[in-house]
């Protein structure tokens, strides 16, 4: 009876240990190995870093959408302005504002020039007309200047060599010339006269008399005889004087 009491009694104090110690190693690996909580506080605090930078990202993304948006606004033109301004001034420039419905210039007149002449050293018993479009639009100077000196019933002929390739086309402010032989150098014309009154009239495209005669003043009496000669319009006075 004795011994299976102690048999008993050794029995429950081995099971008494056993259970002490893994009390024991419970406890020291609930202290060890951090609660629940913990871990949800750890895992809490750790997220902030990773989901920050998601919504960061996301913000700048909207951003640049939103200065993309704003740039391609800015780039596009206003309904108000013109979109063909370009095209419409390229076409505006290469038209003549001085032409008429059937696309032709005016021709120089009484009406749209001023007519000066004066007196030159060289060549001898010559003079320089010159014609200046005072007109808001360009004009056609035609062939050669009518003119009549004093009472002259006729016009001096062109010198047919001065004959330009092409139409004289005066713009606004410009001029042109032509020179006028008024008599011969060795004397061999004949009529001559002096006169202070001189007359000048333009030829249209047809070779008739365009507008009226004009009266040029002379500062001086000019002799004139039968060589009397006229170049045509030319751009270049040296040119108009060449003859």
């Not at 060890?32 to 870093?49: I, N, R």
């Not at 696309?103 to 000066?116: E, F, I, M």
């Amino acid at each position: 009876m004795r011994t299976i009491r102690f048999s008993r009694t050794a029995r429950t104090s081995v099971l008494g240990s056993a259970a002490l110690i893994a009390a024991l190693s419970l406890t020291a690996c609930q202290s060890g190995s951090p609660s629940a909580a913990d871990t949800s506080t750890a895992t809490e605090s750790q997220k902030p870093s990773g989901t920050s930078a998601a919504p960061a990202a996301a913000t700048d993304e909207k951003a640049a959408e939103g200065s993309g948006a704003s740039g391609s606004s800015s780039g596009k033109p206003d309904a108000k302005q013109p979109q063909d301004s370009g095209s419409n001034s390229g076409s505006n420039s290469g038209k003549d504002s001085g032409r008429d419905d059937s696309g032709k210039l005016p021709t120089c007149t009484d009406t749209n020039t001023k007519l000066t002449v004066t007196s030159v050293k060289r060549p001898v018993n010559h003079m320089l007309l010159t014609v200046t479009n005072t007109g808001s639009k360009s004009c056609y100077a035609y062939s050669y200047p009518f003119l009549r000196f004093g009472e002259a019933q006729s016009v001096p002929p062109a010198v047919e060599d001065s004959r330009p390739q092409s139409v004289v086309v005066l713009t606004p402010g410009q001029s042109a010339y032509a020179g006028i032989l008024t008599s011969s150098a060795d004397g061999s014309g004949e009529g001559g006269y002096s006169t202070q009154d001189l007359t000048v009239g333009f030829q249209g495209a047809d070779g008739r008399p365009a507008g009226a005669m004009a009266d040029v003043p002379l500062s001086t009496e000019v002799f004139v005889d039968s060589t009397l000669a006229v170049t045509y319009w030319q751009t270049d006075m040296d040119d108009a004087l060449m003859y």
